[in-house]
């Protein structure tokens, strides 16, 4: 950073605690519980709590969303705040459905539990780490577009080990079936293809969902397709042996190429073009390697990949009780009605 995010802060009159809390919700959540903040600061009671959210309310920064029997949630949304963090156009500052806010709380209590721990938490960081210090292609990225073209659109955060290995976080808000997980596999396949290495975190808030987690996860990469499985040879060794084999036929005497081995080749000439891709397949067309000496080389050196479920020892509020918001800050979008299941949280 060129800037100090905490000094911007306490330039709006928030003390250097407040401020640094406020800077991880922005930068994380938007929406925060008062047992987060307590947390942080390392004191219960109200009494510290009330100070800060008097001044909140002074500074109209927050909506405090009732969600009944003395149950809130508090969403930072002034747009002070965001500019003040150079984060104008930040997505956290707008209403979202339910769900979206449960992961978000996870997404701070994980946050608070790692805070000390090197963390990748924007676009642009996430980019450069993965394209500069791993070598990966920009377009093997997971993206969306929504009005321009975003990476890493779910916005989870990503750990980083003194060693490099990145470890990448799912957050479970308590949907019903395991599609929103299927997509982000999905989405995040052709990147998880070009690391040697990495680890994958499911964060929930029941064991029930985990367990399932779990099974998705070894369906979607089973340990046989890991094998083989390298920056070199992202579908696995099989797939770039057949490769070989069916670009030397379509390459002797102009032989035509079977429309089932089509697919492969097409695959083949847009993933396996360095050096190393020519060099082996220069050696595969004179004889000079095997299929054997192929897999041999690439079984040594397959991808490393560590599953693991973390279960929060919280409860989150489900059901937000739209129509008792309170507004902070007059130039806010207004919040939508959605009907879902309530659920409990701690009392503020």
Known sequence: MDYDPISSLEAIGYIEREASFLYLV???????????YCRFAGRDGGTLF????????????FHVIECGQGWHIYHLTSKSIYRALERPHSQHRRIKGDSYIKSRLMVLDFVLAYVRVNLLT???GKVDFFTTQCGVRSE???RSYAGRLMYFPDGFPILVSNSGVPSFTFFDGGQATSSRFERFLA????LFAALGEFNLIFVADTESNSSRAKATFHRF???DCLRGVTPTTPLGVDHFVQFLEVRQQSEVGG????SSDLKTLREGEAMYTSLEHQALYSAWKIGSTTVEKIRQRFLQTSMRV???TVVLPYRYPVDVARPGVRSHEGDDTPYQTRDETPSAEDKP
Do not use: I, W
């Open 50 to 61: 009330s100070r800060f959210l008097k001044k909140a309310d002074r500074h109209r920064h």
């Open 122 to 124: 924007d676009e642009a």
């Open 221 to 223: 990469l089973p340990a």
């Open 140 to 142: 093997l990225l997971p």
């Open 255 to 258: 032989r035509g190429v079977l």
């Open 26 to 36: 922005a930068v994380h959540s938007g929406y925060f519980l008062r047992r987060q």
């Open 306 to 308: 560590n599953f693991s």
């Open 187 to 190: 989405q995040y396949q052709p």
